[in-house]
């Protein structure tokens, strides 16, 4: 039986999602090890996007295979139960055989939330990125409308990436202010390159504190040389929000406590586990 389940964590106190080995805490060990106590034979978990050190995870879908028979509430109270605190299963359910978390995925979607003003937080210190140069939202998603589209984006991929091939399709790009303080970003594509979020975003950031023009984000595309593309933004103000599978798999809904500066500013659209 496959088992499709949805996870949430906060990533500044894993080393990311892959296992790397015994002594190092990433998201993969510690769920491995709590599943495996609910059915009570080892458990080998998949998952849609395996997100780097420090990366929060709000609507990771992930699936895994056995033979125990558990309801899902079972896998969902008795996999919490096992878990630290700083990781949790959102919901549980069964698929089919051919659904993978990875490769039945038709889209994902992040949110990066940078905290803009002159003195830092300490609260946010793990939950935002920080830049004291006022940054200008409006030039941010101008430059960001040149990224939409079927690329190569050989210039944002991860110098270590793996990926066979740098073309992604990128749906949206949009950069708002919220509140006084806070500026964010969010992107949604049919699959991302290693640190290809987190390079978008410094692109962007040096947009918008003025050091480059907006112009310079189709340059940098154009280019494909990540070395043409500035720095890479900081890890903690990511988050993945959600991942998008066919209907047929009726997956439930993501979560929708969407992570922000402020509780009562309107929210973005997310994606639902059971789009088409």
């Known amino acids: 039986m496959r088992v499709a389940i949805g996870v949430q964590y906060d990533g500044s106190g894993f080393r990311g999602w892959q296992t790397q080995g015994?002594?190092?805490r990433t998201v993969q060990a510690c769920l491995e090890r709590a599943l495996a106590r609910v059915a009570?034979?080892?458990?080998?978990?998949?998952?849609?996007?395996?997100?780097?050190?420090?990366?929060?995870?709000?609507g990771q879908v992930a699936h895994f295979d056995t033979g125990a028979q558990r309801s899902p509430r079972a896998w969902v109270l008795g996999g919490n139960a096992h878990l630290p605190a700083d990781l949790?299963?959102?919901?549980?359910?069964?698929?089919?055989?051919?659904?993978?978390?990875?490769?039945?995925?038709?889209?994902?979607?992040?949110r990066?939330?940078?905290?803009?003003?002159?003195?830092?937080?300490?609260?946010?210190?793990?939950?935002?990125a920080y830049c004291?140069?006022?940054?200008?939202?409006?030039?941010?998603?101008?430059?960001?409308?040149?990224?939409?589209g079927e690329h190569d984006f050989s210039s944002f991929r991860a110098a270590e990436?793996?990926?066979?091939?740098?073309?992604?399709?990128?749906?949206?790009?949009?950069?708002?202010?919220q509140g006084p303080?806070?500026?964010?970003?969010?992107?949604?594509?049919?699959?991302?390159?290693?640190?290809?979020?987190?390079?978008?975003?410094?692109?962007?950031?040096?947009?918008?504190?003025?050091e480059r023009p907006v112009d310079w984000a189709r340059e940098v595309l154009e280019q494909r040389d990540r070395t043409r593309a500035g720095v890479t933004a900081p890890a903690e103000g990511l988050y993945l929000l959600?991942?998008?599978?066919?209907?047929?798999?009726?997956?439930?809904?993501a979560a929708d406590s969407m992570p922000g500066f402020y509780p009562n500013c309107a929210k973005s659209p997310v994606l639902q586990g059971g789009d088409g």
């Open 132 to 148: 004291y140069r006022p940054l200008d939202a409006g030039r941010m998603h101008a430059a960001g409308q040149m990224l939409i």
């Open 40 to 58: 009570d034979h080892p458990v080998s978990v998949t998952c849609a996007g395996r997100t780097d050190a420090g990366v929060h995870g709000l």
């Open 242 to 253: 959600a991942v998008r599978y066919p209907a047929c798999f009726a997956l439930p809904a």
């Open 112 to 128: 990066y939330l940078i905290l803009n003003r002159a003195q830092r937080a300490a609260l946010w210190r793990n939950r935002a």
């Open 181 to 210: 303080d806070g500026v964010v970003l969010e992107v949604e594509a049919n699959a991302f390159l290693h640190h290809m979020v987190r390079n978008i975003a410094g692109v962007l950031m040096a947009i918008g504190a003025g």
């Open 161 to 177: 990436c793996q990926a066979r091939h740098p073309v992604r399709a990128l749906h949206v790009l949009n950069v708002f202010r």
């Open 22 to 24: 015994p002594g190092v």
């Open 88 to 110: 949790s299963l959102n919901w549980a359910c069964t698929v089919p055989d051919e659904f993978h978390a990875r490769f039945s995925a038709q889209a994902r979607r992040y």
